[in-house]
């Protein structure tokens, strides 16, 4: 590929940091780049229906601003085009949460922090993803789209970051950004076989983004290779205070705990046993370390503590679009409300105690290892479009407030993408994502 | 006073739980309430400055709208003004967070779920008041207003929930939202000499509210008796679900605990020594069955938990606005961004762990008393506007996210308020305010 003058229709293959360098040193401008990702949009999202909002005049306009920037106001995302949830607030964009009550033409005036730090740091905020009802049901997008797999048409793309992680699957976007609550970014990441990670719970502001329930939402971001992940989540400051943290990880002699679960005997499909076993031969081929890991008997119960403080909370998070609207409301969203589950509020208030305990414990754990992995997802993305997948794999990790990365690569039987993830101690997402980069690379380099 | 034909220029003194019944009746208008305050804001609010939009045009239209709803329509809260504190969003009015970067004349169309649900319950939304910048420093309302305190223009009205207790204390709005991180709603209460309550963290939604400290975050109500209080909170659903809750607290033979707290030593200054003395006094000639109670050992170090806990969510929170526009952010909130203060992520982890462990504990000690009193305020308002006073006797406590409410009545040296708190276990908010409401009567009745 001739660099200096680039064909415009191989633009929007490349990751984001394949296209950063270009971008910041005007090799390509943000507007040529732009229109190669509007091709590419143009050309698969009727199919996809990845996203909500996306304004071709918009977009271009924006594009032209950062192209007039003179190379020392270039911030270290300039160009770099990126899609926003929608659930996320977003100054120029409506924001619609996929619910009828907030259907909107209107944009709010409003950049939650996340994308007033993306727009700072120069990225051209492309446009908004679909979701599921407050990315709050596994509905699939019944509302607003049926959002498609990247990889199969009559198959969910997963949940509830459904559009973002199709888009960038699909190449209309190198990389978005999702939120997780249960499984939202890793399970939409694993079925379109694509990376995610999902950030130490409070490392990156959910001011501005949907509220489902305020103990486990977490934002996250979506990407095609792992370098990706890292550069959004250095810029956002996700980092640690140690040094450690930017330590590379060599496969060779690394100490890699395969941890199965408790959900692993209910949940388990074939496609998981089958790239689990996968995995594990090609660690073990690459000279990894590798134990199973148990983890203790309290952990047993963060599923059922998950389940209690989801609930719990969103009774409260949907008080007020039940009061003000209740019959344009998804009746699972009703049934949080009317307490239709009976999670008392003691009920609540002890598996906020019951799972503060493990958090600590569950840290100094990951801590014996340079890696763990676990399941991501049950199996392969089911078939159809009405229900986006089971999280049961990951609520724990996500009451934990553990970073969890999506590593693509490994296939179920259909040849559709099984993920499994890599998760870290809280506050070590770097050094997880490391881990995660070079494991990744042995399942690509095996399987391609 | 005539009920049927009242005069409107008293109409402005009424709390929510006189006005109500007039106004679910027809007795009087909503219109005609609210010129009444209107009337009563014109005269009063240039020397208090408590708000920071205020539109009549709006005010009275809306209110002429709530008018012409027939009874049947008519909600909990119908014509009753509520002012909002100005880091909650309100779909018809700007919200500023008294930050340069904010400044706006324009409305973001979002209501805040928990202003919906005001809303949907027939409240009348008077305006915004005003506070510090992001809520999140102590230096008064620098850039937007000097609010001042209610009953002395040359004191702070506390914060950073100041316009809403000054409007209240002064007679403008009857009741009105606050958020509270560190102390920010019980300390402007108590300086203004009004009820507050903080509710459970939790109990509440936050979304789209002004995010500073996630894990401390938390909303609540400010009003001139503990029945408007108990009247919001049960609007918004914040009871428990056992029903304890509802029972009445009779101060005789009720058993009380007078908790000093390891701040005392530090902090207690003449003012708070008096009140504290007295309200023992009074509650002991009301034949309560009064104890010192002292607190487990762990609990000295919640002030220092929640130091790290907020400054370091607040490095994330504020990221955004930092990296966009820092030049125009208080030097302390670039501080949190720069980490100035060496919170390391270790160091906030093991905050998070500490202060989990306390919470049930809390709980329990709690339960096993009628009412737990606590200071509020270290003494009466300080003066100048400067500064809105020290949150030392409240940060334990919105760590614990336990219930606090402010208890008016007694006074300091200069005749100044000063409030006590009591303070209840989670999620036992309505038995809380019960227990604060008795207790109250008791003050008033032998101050009055």
């Known amino acids: 590929m001739d660099l200096t003058n680039p064909p415009p229709t ?38 996809i229906k990845a996203w909500i909002h996306l ?31 929608d659930i996320i607030l977003t100054a120029d ?4 949460y996929n619910s009828p009550i907030h259907y909107t033409t209107s944009a709010s005036g409003i950049d939650a922090p996340v994308v007033r730090a993306l727009r700072a740091s120069g990225a051209l905020i492309l446009g908004k993803t679909s979701t ?21 048409a009559d198959r969910t793309p997963g ?30 990441a694993s ?32 990407g095609r290779c792992a370098e990706d992940l890292e550069l959004v989540s250095r810029v956002l400051r996700v980092q640690a205070d140690d040094v450690a943290d930017s330590k590379e990880v060599n496969i060779e002699g690394a100490r890699i705990a395969f941890c199965r679960t408790h959900v692993w005997g209910e949940k388990a499909g074939e496609g998981l046993r089958r790239v689990w076993g996968r995995a594990r031969a090609l660690l073990e081929a690459g000279r990894a370390r590798v134990e199973e890991l148990e983890l203790p008997e309290e952990f047993a119960n963060m599923s059922k503590w998950h389940a ?29 409300v009317e307490n239709a589950t009976n999670v008392s ?44 997948g089971d999280a049961a794999f990951n609520t724990m990790w996500s009451i934990l407030h553990a970073p969890t990365v999506n590593v693509p690569g490994l296939k179920g039987k259909n040849g559709m993408p099984v993920g499994l993830t890599v998760v870290g101690a809280r506050y070590t997402d770097m050094r997880t994502l490391n881990a995660a980069r070079h494991i990744g690379k042995i399942f690509e380099s095996q399987t391609s």
Chains 1, 2 share one sequence.
């Not at 270290?76 to 926003?84: C, D, F, Q």
């Not at 964009?93 to 619609?96: A, D, G, L, R, V």
């Not at 399941?375 to 986006?388: F, H, I, N, Q, Y």
């Open 132 to 152: 599921t009802e407050f990315a709050a049901t596994t509905k699939g997008n019944v509302n607003q789209n049926f959002t498609r797999n990247a990889h199969a």
């Open 159 to 188: 949940g509830s970051s459904s559009g973002s992680a199709a888009a960038v699957a699909d190449f209309q976007v190198p990389v978005a950004f999702g939120t997780q609550t249960g499984g939202s970014v890793v399970r939409p």
């Open 345 to 388: 509020r003691k009920a609540l208030l002890e598996a906020y105690d019951g799972c503060a305990r493990p958090r600590p414990v569950w840290d100094r754990i990951a801590s014996e290892y340079d890696a763990v992995l676990t399941p991501g997802v049950p199996d392969e993305a089911p078939l159809g479009l009405d229900w986006t």
């Open 191 to 222: 079925f379109n076989g694509i990376w995610g990670v999902k950030w130490t719970w409070g490392a990156v502001s959910t001011m501005g983004v949907g509220m489902y329930s305020v103990t486990n939402d977490t934002l996250g971001v979506l």
């Open 55 to 85: 304004d071709e005049t918009q977009i271009l306009a924006r594009a032209r601003e950062l192209d007039a920037l003179p190379p020392s106001q270039r911030g270290p995302l300039h160009g770099l085009a990126i899609g926003i949830k």
């Open 308 to 336: 209690a403080v989801q609930s719990g909370e969103a009774r409260n998070s949907f008080l007020g679009v039940y009061l003000a609207d209740k019959e344009r409301l998804d009746a699972s969203l009703c049934a949080h």
């Open 10 to 47: 191989d633009l929007w293959q490349q990751t984001a940091t394949q296209i950063l360098p270009l971008l910041l040193t005007s090799q390509i401008t943000v507007e040529t780049y732009a229109k190669s990702l509007l091709s590419r949009i143009n050309t698969r999202n009727p199919q």
């Open 93 to 96: 964009m409506p924001t619609q």
